[in-house]
């Protein structure tokens, strides 16, 4: 009987470092939050023009469930979701979202396009387009070669870089172990 009972202690300790690891590696996989532009901001001076925005995505890999904040000056500036043909030709017929800051969460996967729509802030550079869940990660845009929306609004950044790293399957590696602790911690339990 002492036995059985050091052994289900054993399961059960087990069993918790196994649900802490798991909790662990879970808390790893969570949306990021990206502040657009940096220190920068959401301006339409900031140095580079155009592939100010485009270098910033290019270094990021926005997954669905992300965020954008876009701080900027209200009065001064806003920012739009745009479809892809608006974003190529800055065209400021759309409504802004609302005052700064403006947190914006990445709900699909595809390209999302975003610009200022005061004067000619966007024609300025101020404007991104942002991939979101693609292997590619954010993407070059091109004036006039912007990729198509997913049919849903989505934030876009401007990339002009070269291609962003690929993104990282460590989201589904944290995930598969865990699942891969949890069934053994199940086979340890119905084994005592």
């Keep these: 009987m002492a036995g059985a009972r050091a052994r289900t202690n054993s399961a059960a300790r087990v069993l918790a470092m196994m649900v802490v690891r798991l909790w662990m590696m879970l808390r790893s996989v969570e949306a ?12 339409n001076t900031a140095n580079g023009g155009a592939s100010f925005y485009s270098s910033w995505a290019s270094s990021k890999t926005f997954e669905v ?13 806003d920012v739009a979701v745009v479809s892809e043909s608006d974003f190529s030709s800055c ?18 996967n595809g390209t ?44 876009p950044s401007t990339t002009t870089s070269p291609p962003p790293p690929p993104n990282s ?5 944290y995930v598969s172990g865990g699942v891969m602790f949890i069934s053994m911690a199940v086979c340890l339990l119905t084994m005592w």
């Excluded at 990021?32 to 301006?43: K, L, M, P």
């Excluded at 992300?66 to 009065?75: A, H, K, Q, R």
Aim: hydrophobic content about 30%.
């Design 112 to 155: 999302v396009y975003f610009i200022c729509t005061h004067d000619s802030h966007c024609s300025q550079g101020q404007k991104l387009s942002v991939t979101v869940g693609t292997a590619s990660g954010p993407t070059a845009s091109p004036p006039g070669t912007t990729p198509s929306p997913p049919g849903t609004t989505t934030p």
């Design 91 to 108: 065209s400021t017929s759309v409504n802004p979202l609302a005052t700064p800051p403006v947190n914006y969460t990445l709900s699909a």
């Design 65 to 77: 469930g992300d965020i954008l904040v876009f701080n900027f000056i209200s009065g001064q500036h």
């Design 169 to 173: 399957s460590t989201g589904s590696m």
């Design 32 to 43: 990021a939050t990206y502040i657009v532009g940096d220190a920068t901001g959401w301006t």
